[in-house]
């Protein structure tokens, strides 16, 4: 290894250069991994919605009362019908989120009909 003053400089800003080049790849690494979560919540979130589509279903969100002026959200899909009642609710009452109430109208109406429409 050289002592010259300029060589360890040059050394120097080469090694930081390295560390520089690896902190940027970690980064991209970090927005590709967190992009690539994202799409896959997004696909996921598209296959939900298609389902709804598909078989002409609402999804819909109701006010439940706590007390006083206060009230929960609670989420119901509603199936269609020509004959009353229209509307049928196909989920189980008290889902929390969208989703919960997605999942349940699935399987009450795979339970119901063997087939996942």
């Known amino acids: 290894m050289s002592d010259r003053p300029d060589i360890k400089a040059i050394r120097a800003r080469f090694e930081k250069s390295k560390e520089i080049n690896r902190d940027i790849h970690t980064w991209r690494s970090a927005d590709i991994d967190a992009l690539l979560a994202e799409v896959e919540r997004l696909e996921g979130a598209a296959k939900w919605?298609?389902?709804?589509?598909?078989?002409?279903?609402?999804?819909?969100?109701?006010?439940?009362?706590?007390?006083?002026?206060?009230?929960?959200?609670?989420?119901i899909v509603i199936e269609h019908y020509m004959a009353a009642p229209h509307e049928r609710v196909v989920s189980e009452r008290g889902a929390r989120t969208p989703l919960e109430a997605i999942e349940s109208?699935?399987?009450?109406?795979?339970?119901?009909?063997?087939?996942e429409g």
Do not use: F, M, Q
């Open 105 to 115: 109208a699935r399987a009450a109406l795979t339970a119901t009909t063997g087939s």
């Open 49 to 75: 919605l298609d389902w709804l589509e598909y078989n002409s279903l609402d999804l819909r969100c109701l006010n439940v009362p706590t007390g006083g002026d206060d009230y929960d959200i609670e989420w």
